[in-house]
């Protein structure tokens, strides 16, 4: 079966300190990958994906993350976190072909000015 | 915005009774997905809706059951509610081509189940 471990349940980092929270998933065949974010009270939002191609992925808001293969992760990271970063961030993995995401448990980062 | 509308946004609901939730999906979409957060989890997916027709089922007991409708629009309906059933449910509308590129998601409706 799928399942996706995001080991850091709660970051906390002043702001301007880089980031990297980490995603690693079970899963042998062909996947596809996302990094979704929550901001409080709103909905969630997709960060970046990776389908195929440029393991180095950029998304929005000068979030990258890099794809691994031979170690099944998927790390979102960040050079420079800003007090608006504060959010929950899930790593999500899909089959290819399949019809739904799995998600992983969160992390919550908290930024401090 | 995403253009995806869950209604209502809160509820409350004592075990053993029935609810029904509802989404209206982005203008275009007309695949819907839903999911059930529970505190500190990720969302687990429950079913997706395609032309009207369940299109995919995670691990979840029959008295989770949704209805499409010709509008797109969709319904969660949970019968006999336990208290574990308590979370927050988010609705994903997207087209069946990009059912996972481009997965829009509302902003749930949390259910407390006492």
């Known amino acids: 079966a799928q399942s996706v471990s995001q080991h850091n349940h709660h970051v906390i980092l002043s702001e301007a300190a880089s980031l990297e929270l980490g995603c690693n998933y079970s899963y042998g065949g062909t996947v596809n990958l996302f990094w979704y974010v929550q901001y409080p009270g709103q909905h969630l939002q997709l960060l970046l994906k990776?389908?195929?191609?440029?393991?180095l992925v950029k998304g929005i808001k000068g979030f990258e993350a890099e794809f691994i293969k031979s170690k099944f992760s998927f790390n979102l990271r960040k050079p420079s976190v800003q007090w608006s970063d504060t959010a929950e961030y899930f790593c999500?993995?899909?089959?290819?072909?399949?019809?739904?995401?799995?998600f992983g448990t969160g992390t919550r980062l908290t930024v401090i000015p | 915005e995403t253009g995806v509308t869950q209604s209502p946004t809160h509820l409350i609901k004592t075990r053993g009774q029935q609810v029904t939730l509802r989404c209206s999906s982005q203008s275009g979409h007309n695949t819907v997905s839903w999911y059930q957060q529970a505190l500190g989890q990720g969302p687990q997916f429950i079913f997706q809706y395609y032309r009207e027709e369940e299109n995919g089922r995670g691990n979840f007991p029959p008295r989770f059951s949704g209805l499409q409708f010709p509008n797109y629009s969709s319904e969660l309906n949970v019968n006999a509610l336990e208290l574990d059933d308590s979370a927050l449910y988010l609705c994903a509308s997207t087209t069946y081509s990009n059912r996972l590129t481009e997965a829009f998601f509302g902003q749930g409706t949390r259910l407390t189940v006492v």
């Open positions: 999500a993995v899909a089959q290819t072909g399949a019809n739904n995401l799995f």
């Open positions: 990776y389908f195929s191609g440029d393991p």
